[in-house]
């Protein structure tokens, strides 16, 4: 095997595609389904701390809030904030369905400004629902070492 098909079957650093990022933001039901998960330990940090625009696990709260701030994620909600490419687009330009591709596209418009809103109102309080989380497994677990 030569050098450039082994590079092309390496999925070690491959992450989600934007377009199934994108379905994930699309409803407030999905973002606190991701946000609130239940704890998985086959997962990095029991499945608590989960970067929905990156589709990443993180060990803790401080470790996703490094990442929150850094370029890698700054530039994937910047990729995100554009409109996924899709069969009905590619249709588009082919001459064919073009004017279901417009209608889409006027939709889109119409409601992206209310979902990038509540996108950004329900993960602005991430950070500080992870801490309150924290805080309470603490106490639970302060209240069951003071019982044995």
């Known amino acids: 095997m030569g050098r450039y098909s082994v590079k092309r079957y390496k999925t070690k650093r491959r992450t989600r595609d934007l377009d199934l990022i994108h379905s994930d933001l699309s409803t407030e039901e ?19 701390y989960y ?32 409109l996924p490419y899709t ?19 006027n939709e889109y418009q119409q409601k992206e400004p209310a979902r990038l809103e509540l996108e950004k109102q329900l993960l602005s309080t991430q950070l500080e629902e992870n801490d309150q989380k ?11 070492m003071a019982v044995e």
Do not use: M, W
């Open 30 to 48: 999905s973002i606190q389904s991701l946000k609130h998960q239940p704890q998985d330990e086959t997962k990095p940090g029991l499945g608590q």
């Open 51 to 82: 970067c929905i625009h990156c589709a990443k696990y993180f060990l803790d709260n401080k470790a996703l809030g490094a990442h929150l701030k850094g370029k890698v994620h700054k530039r994937r909600v910047k990729n995100l904030s554009k």
């Open 87 to 105: 069969q009905l687009e590619a249709e588009a330009a082919a001459g064919t369905n073009l004017n279901k591709y417009i209608e889409k596209v």
């Open 134 to 144: 924290d805080s309470l497994a603490q106490q639970e677990f302060a209240g069951e």
